[in-house]
């Protein structure tokens, strides 16, 4: 595995998936990393309806097979690396990750981590879940799902068919797309879903091989029993790996370091944005590296 590049991008989503081909097109082999799986968010994904194409929608898993085998025809290999930190040195940037890679173009497309409640989860590490991936192929199973954004109710729809489902919110406010929300009301496994608004968690604790969640609703505390918690209570940038001096430069970088994808854009989570984020940035950088060439 070479060590040096031009361009190095940390992240394969769709974002940095789609910068990595394009890069590819024009000439320059990247550095892809991932330290997990690839296809980011869109592992979680029930449903992906909005991307041209697939008319009938198509599964985010299925559509990641899909982006797999375009990264395998442009023979793009993704280096399977943790990376912990960026440095800057004399004008490159170096990755530290097992080894220690350099580059001169930065692509951060790392995208988002969830947030985390605030009371205590020690203890419930073998529970507690904050991606739906990990639980896709349960059966048979209680799942408390906190949350009512567009994951929460994704969520239901992901593991409802197979699973007895429960989806939490604090209040009565539905922040998912009215589209999602009536999905799981209309389902034909919609009697395995329920929906309590106004319900806010007091306690969780472990009990054998089940978690104890101690609620309140109107007032009235009660216990649910489950096998797994699936909390959907927002996400944030992915940026722990990076110096203060790069932060600054978020979200939109400069001509050597390119923000792209979820990592940039908030709660605007799609992946046709990540997609063309991607091409961007490996197209400003083509251009960059040619005019440097030139006048050298």
């Not at 590049?5 to 394969?12: L, N, P």
């Not at 769709?14 to 799986?37: C, D, M």
């Not at 869109?42 to 990641?64: H, M, Q, R, T, W």
């Not at 085998?69 to 290999?77: F, G, M, T, V």
């Amino acid at each position: 595995m070479k060590r040096k590049s031009d361009v190095a991008i940390i992240g394969a989503g769709p974002a940095g998936i789609a910068a990595a081909v394009q890069l590819k097109r024009l000439g320059i082999n990247p550095l892809l990393f991932e330290k997990s799986t690839i296809g980011g968010l869109l592992n979680n994904a029930y449903l992906v309806e909005n991307y041209p194409g697939f008319p009938k929608g198509i599964s985010g898993p299925a559509l990641v097979k899909k982006f797999k085998q375009h990264l395998e025809k442009w023979k793009i290999n993704i280096v399977k690396e943790h990376v912990v930190r960026v440095t800057r040195y004399r004008g490159d940037f170096i990755l530290h990750a097992k080894r220690n890679y350099t580059t001169k173009f930065l692509i951060i497309s790392s995208g988002t981590k969830p947030k985390h409640p605030q009371f205590d989860l020690n203890g419930l590490d073998k529970r507690i879940f904050f991606e739906v991936y990990p639980l896709r192929k349960k059966k048979n199973k209680k799942i408390i799902i906190v949350g009512a954004g567009d994951a929460a109710f994704d969520y239901g729809l992901n593991l409802g068919r197979n699973n007895k489902i429960i989806i939490l919110n604090y209040n009565n406010k539905i922040k998912s797309l009215l589209l999602l929300f009536k999905r799981i009301k209309q389902s034909d496994y919609r009697k395995n879903i329920t929906y309590m608004p106004n319900t806010d968690i007091s306690t969780i604790a472990q009990l054998n091989n089940c978690a104890i969640v101690k609620v309140f609703k109107k007032q009235k505390e009660r216990c649910l029993v489950c096998d797994y918690l699936l909390f959907a209570i927002g996400r944030e940038p992915a940026m722990d790996f990076l110096p203060l001096a790069l932060r600054k430069k978020f979200p939109n970088g400069d001509k050597n370091v390119y923000f792209i994808g979820d990592v940039k854009h908030g709660n605007l989570r799609q992946t046709g944005i990540a997609i063309g984020d991607g091409i961007h940035a490996a197209m400003s950088i083509y251009h960059n590296l040619k005019t440097q060439r030139a006048q050298k």
